[in-house]
């Protein structure tokens, strides 16, 4: 079973200031605490859900592990 099958790489992009609440949530769920910051989060549905409420300040890629 592969550790990077179905994951996706969460940038936050624009500012949560002056945002509602929800969203600022929503970022903060997401585990994104700056702007540029980047978390590794599986592709599941509720995730998906999350980064469909905040699609306008966050940037999402596919992401795959690099073996070495």
Do not use: C, F
Request: net charge positive.
């Amino acid at each position: 079973m592969s550790g990077s099958a179905g994951m996706v790489r969460i940038t936050l992009v624009r500012s949560t200031i002056g945002r509602p609440p929800v969203q600022r949530k929503t970022v903060r769920a997401l585990g994104l605490k700056r702007m540029n910051h980047s978390v590794i989060q599986r592709d599941s549905a509720e995730v998906l859900g999350m980064i469909n409420r905040v699609r306008h300040l966050v940037e999402v890629e596919p992401w795959e592990e690099k073996a070495e």
